[in-house]
DNA sequence: TGACTTTGGTTAAACGTTACACCATTTTTA
DNA sequence: TAAAAATGGTGTAACGTTTAACCAAAGTCA
């Protein structure tokens, strides 16, 4: 109701100036421990909170965080935003997060907006197709920047990634393994690197076996869209015996549209998901996948992060994480239609 | 890379003062067509964005608004938050979101770091086991502050909610009428009013046929812990034919216990979802679930947040939106087992 | 005793905006 | 043609912090 008290109010409660008061609070300069509990009384008796805006402005570090992803709504990236939150938590950092529904122009909006208000630092990963003038935007204003999951075409930020093709490459070795020759790579959309990178490494492992054709369906991170994207693949090409998929709702789909025609995954056709999310285990038919810790990987953002916003000038670095093949029950030898 | 241009360098490049390049960048005040334009000219060579926390700072006014919610990686608070989003964007705000992950001490972190940013306002669920002071937190430092989901015991604040008890005696009446007489109710956890005012819905429609005994499980709102508990109370109690679940994921894994012990949902034991996720249509057993649209919910927070930020004053409201009951599969008359 | 050092503070200048009050000119009105 | 009004600006004081520079008083040392 009454006007938020500020600093001064404190400091003349505590019948000291408001440097004073500001050093005691901040644990800073040399005062006695008199003084020091006065105004510390002072500060509690008023429910003083400090305005974090005049602080920033005036000291010129902002201990708030911004992220922009491209889809909150997702077990795994939930994980990461956890990860990377818990971390910059610890070090006195607040991670505030927008969903961009990978649309450039909302994230473009967005990012603007961390840069009015001088976040301290963000983590991002880039909607589909975006411009290289959203990477200008970052570098003129000198935010400390780190992009994760997909790889930007353009700028030089740092990057925290998963090993895309080495996990595809094992993936598809395992098919191949198993005896699987006719396989095909679900999901994803044309432009996105993260999914170039995951189809280069099953097509590595085909070619290292004289197989050079790989059929590529595009279709959105969704059991809808999976469940409709393999009828027609099914319709279309019905020599395909396995399918590596970009994400495990679109495997998840995958196999239950296989399943509403009469054959199971892991037998007439294998499935091969990306993730290991929690869905990916208690799905009707339990997934072989490709599992990463996106916890684990949101640390490592946060402290790519730091390390950044610590020393501005440092080279750009790239990290990856790597990915481990979970065996289920959606891939097995091919069995005869 | 070069220091962050303010609006006195603009104001230099253009040769104006500092006033009058402020007026020119917010279309206020009377400014000539010419040095409107030298003005606009010379903020675009600057690359220059005006900084939040001073403008905030001093106008009073905060267009970054906080919300706080106890799980983001779930569709349907995603679609809150989207729909929140969208219509705060509209109105010039941006909305930053925090994952509490149900942790009241976490939680109020949160609240304190909007309150020393000075958000312009706050939007939230409250952790379960909210204490009082929190509430009193934000009542202290005047945040317009609205609540959702889960109706806050304390504080007078907003709210927009579901009408829970009306949804649940809906779907009951609907089992009662397909013959059901021993329904429980399964998931949600003890001390979170949502579950409360659900299962008061339940009661009220079974009392109305003089059945008086409803058997109610704790679990948490997952998948896996549907088809445990689900599993125990088939266990404990055999003669149970329907169940009505706090959630559309705890429903999906009931009926996946139903069908792991060779029953089918719908037939020897139906149960009613709540939500209707997308996840719904498409489990394994299409589930009969209470629809309410998120996106609308999210919409009507933001309008009640805005017309709380515009008259302080006014009278604390609350918002009820309608759950509609959706028959698919998973409820239908009993057969015996 | 005089010259340092330490202790415990204070003053005042930023940080980048916005908004109120004011002031020349020029234009309109009676 | 003198008074009033409109036009197009500028000067300056906030907003609430942090921090560098400074200072008086008291303690230490040779």
């Not at 199971?264 to 998901?273: A, C, D, M, N, T």
């Amino acid at each position: 109701m009454t006007k938020k008290p500020t600093l001064a109010n404190v400091a003349n409660q505590a019948g000291v100036s408001i440097a004073t008061a500001s050093q005691v609070l901040r644990g800073t300069g040399r005062i006695s421990e008199t003084t020091r509990n006065s105004v510390k009384a002072a500060a509690k008796k008023l429910n003083y909170v400090p305005d974090a805006r005049a602080a920033s402005m005036r000291s010129g570090a902002n201990h708030e965080i911004g992220l922009s992803i491209h889809k909150i709504a997702n077990r795994f990236n939930a994980e990461i935003i956890s990860g990377a939150s818990d971390l910059l938590e610890d070090e006195g950092y607040l991670l505030s997060v927008l969903d961009a529904r990978d649309d450039v122009v909302r994230q473009r909006k967005q990012l603007e907006a961390f840069i009015r208000s001088s976040r301290g630092g963000l983590i991002w990963v880039p909607a589909a197709d975006t411009p290289e003038s959203t990477f200008d935007l970052l570098s003129t204003h000198g935010l400390p920047s780190v992009t994760f999951l997909r790889r930007p075409e353009f700028g030089e930020l740092d990057h925290v990634g998963i090993e895309n093709a080495a996990a595809t490459f094992t993936a598809t070795n395992h098919l191949l393994d198993l005896g699987h020759s006719k396989i095909a790579y679900l999901g994803g959309e044309a432009n996105v690197d993260v999914r170039s990178e995951r189809i280069d490494g099953c097509r590595k492992a085909l070619n290292a076996r004289g197989i050079d054709d790989i059929h590529i369906v595009d279709c959105q991170d969704s059991r809808s869209a999976g469940i409709e994207a393999m009828h027609d693949l099914m319709k279309q090409h019905p020599d395909v015996t396995a399918v590596v998929c970009n994400g495990d709702m679109v495997a998840i789909g995958a196999s239950l549209a296989i399943g509403q025609v009469g054959m199971r995954p892991g037998r007439e056709i294998s499935v091969v998901g990306f993730d290991d999310t929690p869905d990916a285990k208690y799905a009707t038919y339990p997934l072989t996948t490709l599992a990463v810790s996106p916890y684990e990987l949101g640390r490592k953002l946060a402290r790519v992060l730091l390390e950044r916003m610590r020393e501005p000038d440092m080279p750009t670095s790239t990290t990856l994480v790597p990915a481990k093949l979970v065996e289920r029950e959606t891939t097995g030898a091919p069995v005869s239609k």
